[in-house]
Each structure stands twice: as C-alpha cells, then as structure tokens.
C-alpha cells in the first residue's frame, strides 16, 4: 500500500531540496575550492551528497545553516 494512497497529483515538499555544486558553493560561500574541502574534511563544513557515480553537490539549507553560523560566531554572537 503506497503512503500517499489518498493524495492526487505528485508530492510536492512544503521546502523542495535544492543542491549546489561546487562552483555555486565557493560563490555563495566566498570560500575557493580548496578551502570547501578542506573544512568538509576537517568536518568544520557541512557534507557532501553523492548523486551519481561521478557527481557530488551539497544541500542548499545546509549551506546556508552554516553561514548563518560563522555570521553569530563572527559577531560574538555564539
């Protein structure tokens, strides 16, 4: 028995996942490359989500979650 047995249509999350590749993670970060994975290894980064043999992203709430947290270290705040 499907979960969603009783709902038409496709489910649609209230907050759709998005992830983001590399490039757009040094751009929204000002981190380079480099320095993402070497936070990410250092387990000071959040982790990335493999979603093909050959292609990695990060989640975009987790991205954010993590800015959000160097901004109230940054400002005394935490």
């Given at each position: 028995?499907?979960?969603m ?20 993670v ?11 994975y ?17 292609t990695?992203?990060w ?10 947290g ?9």
């Amino acid at each position: 028995m499907s979960l969603m047995s009783d709902v038409s249509g496709p489910f649609v999350p209230e907050n759709p996942i998005k992830f983001l590749r590399l490039p757009a993670v040094c751009e929204r970060t000002g981190l380079s490359g480099t320095q993402v994975y070497r936070l990410e290894a250092a387990g000071k980064f959040p982790r990335r989500v493999k979603l093909a043999l050959s292609t990695s992203a990060w989640v975009e709430a987790e991205i954010q979650s993590w800015a959000a947290g160097r901004i109230a270290v940054s400002r005394g705040d935490a």
